[in-house]
């Protein structure tokens, strides 16, 4: 063979490899974009399951155990059609108080009410960014900025979530079901916390 035949072989069998090779490469890019993608939501259900997320911000019915979350109104926060009476005055070490829903309670920081946190653009977590929840979840503060946020949701541990995480949770809360659900603004408290 002449060292031309074999220059021009090796170009024939460069662009025979490159041309089955291509297609091959942008599909095995696109299913691993894709895995990547499953993973992440697996990997953000799985935390909202486990740091019970729902236990506060998916209104509780009774069931056949005793109350449970109603995941047919999963994270959709304090249902606004449930209107609920002044909080009965504290007694003795009994500082707070909860409704049947577990979705409001009254305590020393007033009257807070879980957030809606399905997808709806104006009652929910629709229009927020990323940076908009992990610097609520690491600040305290609405959008990172805003009010802070009070109890009992819990910042001080949820604040140390890593923003693998925190990006998972979000991307997952973005394919739930909408639920169209204004929940109300807190109270504040009927006898003011002395300024610390
Ligand atoms: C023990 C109850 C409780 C648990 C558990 C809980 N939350 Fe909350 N969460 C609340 C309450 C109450 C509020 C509203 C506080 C307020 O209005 O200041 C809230 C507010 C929020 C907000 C702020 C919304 C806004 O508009 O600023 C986000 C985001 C949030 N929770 C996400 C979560 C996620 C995600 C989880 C699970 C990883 C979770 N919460 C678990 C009680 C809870």
């Known amino acids: ?9 090796a170009a024939a069998m460069t662009t025979a490899l ?11 890019q696109g299913s691993a974009a894709a895995d990547t993608t499953s993973e992440k939501l697996a990997r953000g259900k799985y935390l909202v399951t486990v740091a ?13 155990q005793g109350p449970e979350p109603d995941m047919s109104r999963m994270l959709s926060g304090h249902p606004e059609s449930f209107v609920l009476p002044p ?26 009410y879980t957030a809606n946190l399905t997808p709806d653009p104006e009652t929910g977590l629709g229009k927020w960014t990323q940076r ?5 979840i690491r ?4 959008m990172g900025r805003g009010r802070q946020i009070l109890p009992p949701m819990p910042i001080p541990m949820h604040k140390n979530f890593t923003d693998a995480d925190l990006e998972a949770i ?7 079901p909408v639920v ?3 929940v109300p603004e807190p109270l504040p408290p009927a006898v003011p916390v002395a300024a610390k």
Request: aromatic share 10%.
């Open 87 to 112: 909080a009965p005055a504290p007694q003795g070490p009994w500082i707070v108080a909860a409704a049947a829903t577990n979705t409001a309670w009254s305590g020393p920081w007033g009257v807070s």
């Open 52 to 64: 019970g997320c729902n236990d506060c911000h998916t209104p509780w019915k009774m069931g056949p």
């Open 18 to 28: 490159s041309a089955a090779l291509v297609p091959f490469s942008v599909l095995a």
């Open 139 to 142: 600040t305290g503060r609405h």
């Open 132 to 136: 908009n929840f992990t610097e609520t």
């Open 1 to 9: 063979m002449t060292s031309h035949a074999r220059t021009t072989l």
């Open 180 to 182: 169209k659900n204004r």
């Open 170 to 176: 979000f991307s997952y809360l973005q394919t739930i």
